[in-house]
């Protein structure tokens, strides 16, 4: 049955903070990376966006702004909407290997969305390794990167879907059903990365933290911001292997990620500035709030926290137990907590008050670490397996990079995404993190060699 009244709906108070961070050096846009086994159609990847993403409202509504002060912006209905105006074309140059697809990637992240449309795009690319590759991108105020991939991994064909048939389409038959709102998808089995309130964790002590903090370390990842983005992601690591890792040394597996992106930050670093011992960044890192019963839904529901990564130390195994006693109190802290009320807050305000506190709170950063996991087994996408998938959040705050980490099938990768005034090539990146988490597992007794894709 559709929800009629999700014409003209404000959008929630998390969601327009989102909304009011764009800007044109600094895009608030998720963008994702799906490589297909084998070729896909460019009808039928039509087919299924017709038939599966828009029985979401949502997809076919664009941002109306409110013109009086502290009046928020609402969704409403694009009474031109198009399919085609959102699925577009485009190719890696020769010879089609893991470069041009970067670049390609990083061109299409530089490039703002149409704002007087509903804001999302799907890129069909040809040419890379004889297949397919998707490209996607959607405005962080229609959902955070755990819904979105969600979404993502669940527009299929395959027995059981409740679309008409391809030939049928392709025949006339009505391309989309209209009617679902912000709810409804398949959930898959995403583990929420935050715990209720703790004992002992105190709302005056984050907030004085906030407060306090202060500039991050000057280094050459801050800086004026461009409007050309790169991108760049790693080799697939077997979880197993991480897993096999950080039972050696006594941690997690984000323990092992967050002290191998910390050993990249050191390598690229030292050769750029003094680094001391003591030295180390600001990482915010998104943490999941979405409870149970909420999988499936669209919208914003995470927090924040602030993660110190020991960038100073050359030794891994005492970047690990910084990191490990860091990664601690922070679990048992309500800073994630505060923080997604404090976005709450700041979208009931206007847009230069919400600029003033992210300013502010960005200030005391370097990067966005991120970390979305995905289903353990192979998904198909229209109908064709699902090679790998690599997804990017925006870097809010006036920051200039930002770390994903992505978990699918059995597999971790890592992407950096940062900006071309600071970091011209992410690749960089990549590699010292192949080379710091080597060491990383050879010190928990799962060696593993990293090639480096060419």
Known sequence: MADKGIVGRLLAPADTSWWHMEQQDNQMTITAVMVIEGHLDFEHLHYIVATRLLKYDRFRQRILE?????????????????????????????PGGRRELEALVGQIMSRPLDYARPLWEYFYVDGYEGGTVIVTRFHHCIADGIALVDLLLHMDDGPGSDAPPLSAYLAGAPGSRSGQSDGGLATLPFRAAASAWRAGSSVLGVAGKLLTMGNDTETPLRGPL???????????VPLEVMKEAARELKGTINDIVACAVSGSLHEYLKERMTLRP????????????????????????FGLVWLPLPVGLADPVDRLKA???TMDGIKRSPEAYLVYGLLGIFGRT??????????????????????VPGPREPVHFCGQRLKEIMAWVPQSGRLGLGISVMSYAGDMRLGVTTDAGLVRDPRQLVHAYHRSLEGILEQGGAPLALGVAS
Do not use: M
Request: proline share 7%; aromatic share 8%.
């Open 278 to 301: 003591e030295t180390t960044l600001r990482a915010v890192v998104p943490v999941n709030l979405r409870p149970p019963d909420e999988y499936g839904s669209l919208g914003n529901r």
């Open 323 to 325: 990191i490990k006693r």
């Open 66 to 94: 409110a013109d009086v002060a502290f009046a928020q912006p609402r969704w409403v209905l694009d009474p031109e909407f198009s399919v085609s105006n959102h699925l577009k074309r485009a190719s890696v140059a020769p």
């Open 226 to 236: 461009s409007t050309q983005k790169c991108a760049a992601w790693s080799d697939a």
């Open 350 to 371: 206007t847009r230069t008050a919400l600029h003033l506190a992210v300013q502010f709170l960005g200030r005391g950063a370097t990067l966005v670490f991120t970390n």
